[in-house]
């Protein structure tokens, strides 16, 4: 039962059987900035972090900063695709994240190309850039957007387009040991 105890009474109960155990225990100095020996999981957290750097700015620069969290350079690959392992390759948990951050990417270069192409279709295009500068920056702007795009799935030929599939099936011509021989007399 559960009451109000005096301080005696407390100071009783926490003296009764202690015993002082000595600490035991040793500080170690971090000499690595790798997740462990014996430690290979990644949070998902950083396998998104290293494949978002991977995939907006380089394998290089996703491969310099794996390697900062002590992660194997072919790691990055496949972070990149948005798997979590090389043995998982084909499955991609975190590719939406990473279509989310190219999609951001994609429309800060749709808003800049759509305002070069502007300017360059404007009356007042003597601004600030001539005409052939401007164009230089729209044809940037436009590989940015297409690089940055999300991949469309893709069929079994390889083809990314959602249009309809035809199937064509050939008659195949029977040769005369496909049919069962009768003999007659005559």
């Known amino acids: 039962m559960l009451g109000i105890l005096s ?33 290979n999981a990644i949070p998902n957290s950083l396998r998104r972090v290293i494949g978002e750097e991977a995939t907006i700015n380089g394998s290089d620069a996703g491969k310099e900063l794996a390697r900062q969290f002590g992660i194997n350079d072919g790691h990055v690959g496949a972070l990149k695709k948005g798997s979590t392992s090389l043995s998982t390759y084909n499955k991609q948990p975190n590719l939406n994240y990473l279509n989310s951050r190219r999609l951001r ?61 035809y199937v064509f099936y050939s008659p195949q011509v029977k040769q005369e040991n496909h049919y069962e021989m009768v003999h007659v007399r005559e």
């Open 105 to 165: 990417i994609s429309k800060k270069a749709t808003k800049v190309l759509s305002l070069a192409l502007e300017e360059i279709t404007s009356e007042n295009r003597l601004s600030a850039c001539s005409a052939v500068e401007l164009a230089g920056v729209a044809k940037s702007m436009s590989g940015i957007v297409k690089d940055m795009e999300p991949e469309l799935p893709k069929n079994g030929n390889g083809d990314s387009s959602n249009g309809p599939t």
């Open 7 to 39: 301080d005696e009474d407390f100071n009783r109960e926490l003296n009764k059987d202690a015993e002082v155990l000595p600490i035991q225990g040793e500080v170690r100095d971090k000499t690595t900035n790798s997740r462990g020996k014996d430690n």
